[in-house]
């Protein structure tokens, strides 16, 4: 995977998804919210729930790291698999049911 430093350029909070650009990425990569700060998220085991407060969001022109790969589809030539906002994330909870 190759690391990126990059800028929030679309982001569609209803749909949970955006793009960031970058000189690496120049046609823009897309990104789903479920990769946002990924490895921060913990592994749930059948039964938990994550309470994440507050949702993951992306914020319009800001900074981010991000890692990618090329060739992703959906009308994008890359996809980004991670992707770490330069600020604090969200806190998580795991709970039983």
Same mark, same amino acid.
């Given at each position: 995977?190759?690391?990126?430093?990059?800028?929030?350029?679309?982001? #569609? @909070?209803?749909? $949970?998804?955006? %793009?960031?650009?970058?000189?690496?990425?120049?046609? &823009?990569?897309?990104?789903? +919210?479920?990769?946002?700060?990924?490895?921060?998220?913990?592994?749930?085991?059948?039964?938990?729930?994550?309470?994440?407060?507050?949702?993951? #969001? @992306?914020?319009? $022109?800001?900074? %981010?790291?991000?890692?990618?790969?090329?060739?992703? &589809?959906?009308?994008?030539? +890359?996809?980004?698999?991670?992707?770490?906002?330069?600020?604090?994330?969200?806190?998580?909870?795991?709970?039983?049911?």
């Amino acid at each position: 995977m190759l690391v990126t430093e990059g800028k929030v350029d679309l982001w #569609n @909070a209803e749909e $949970g998804w955006g %793009v960031i650009v970058s000189a690496e990425t120049p046609s &823009g990569c897309w990104f789903h +919210f479920s990769n946002l700060w990924r490895p921060d998220m913990p592994e749930l085991k059948p039964g938990q729930q994550a309470s994440i407060s507050p949702p993951r #969001n @992306a914020v319009l $022109g800001e900074t %981010v790291d991000y890692e990618w790969i090329a060739n992703a &589809g959906d009308g994008y030539q +890359f996809f980004a698999t991670n992707v770490r906002p330069r600020r604090p994330g969200p806190s998580v909870e795991v709970v039983s049911e």
